[in-house]
């Protein structure tokens, strides 16, 4: 099977009659998709991040660490307080009239990809989020060991790479 770089699996799916006949662009196309696919299937150790937040007086929206998929955990350890994951509608109805209200964040809510406190924070405060980060997207020449851990899962990937080929193709 392939290590090294996403390159090696290029490499390698001529072993199995796949991959020439396929745009560069398409092959990796396939390879993110793939990884994305793996990755969603369970919390892998590698995904898991933490990073400092930054929390400003009288701003609702917090800016998130770049690469942030899904929050676990959110922290003002200095308080100390833990911010409690709401839906966005129960904190509008519940606090309906008081949205604008100030004081130490008890609540954190997202719209979209944005992520907001309520109430607004009334200081400046630094807090930790526990995250999970989101899957880079993988070129020719992305390091596998770097990019794709642990290595022992590396065959995963691949043979998963192998299945949707072979599924692309009219072959059997």
């Known amino acids: 099977m392939a290590n090294g770089t996403i390159q090696d699996w290029i490499d390698n799916l001529t072993d199995y009659g796949l991959g020439d006949d396929i745009d560069a662009d398409d092959l ?3 390879f993110n998709s793939v990884i994305a696919d793996v990755n969603s299937r369970q919390t ?4 898991e991040k933490t990073a ?6 009288g701003t609702a929206q917090v800016t998130l660490p770049s690469g942030f998929n899904k929050a676990k955990t959110f922290v ?3 308080l100390p307080q833990v911010l409690v ?3 966005s509608e129960t904190i509008r109805k519940q606090y309906v009239g008081q949205l604008t209200s100030q004081g130490v964040p008890m609540y954190y809510y997202f719209i979209g990809q944005d992520c907001y406190l309520y109430p607004v924070p ?3 405060y630094t807090a930790i989020m526990d995250y999970l980060a989101d899957e880079v997207t993988v070129t020719p020449t992305t390091e596998l060991l770097i990019r794709v851990r642990p290595r022992k899962h ?3 990937y691949f043979l998963c790479i192998l299945a949707r080929l072979y599924l ?3 072959e059997t």
Not at 44 to 47: A, K, L
Not at 52 to 57: N, P, Y
């Open 28 to 30: 990796m196309s396939i």
């Open 44 to 47: 892998w150790v590698f995904q």
């Open 52 to 57: 400092t937040v930054s929390i400003t007086s």
């Open 76 to 78: 003002i350890d200095a």
């Open 85 to 87: 994951p709401e839906r």
């Open 122 to 124: 009334n200081a400046d």
């Open 154 to 156: 590396h065959d995963v």
């Open 168 to 170: 692309l193709g009219d």
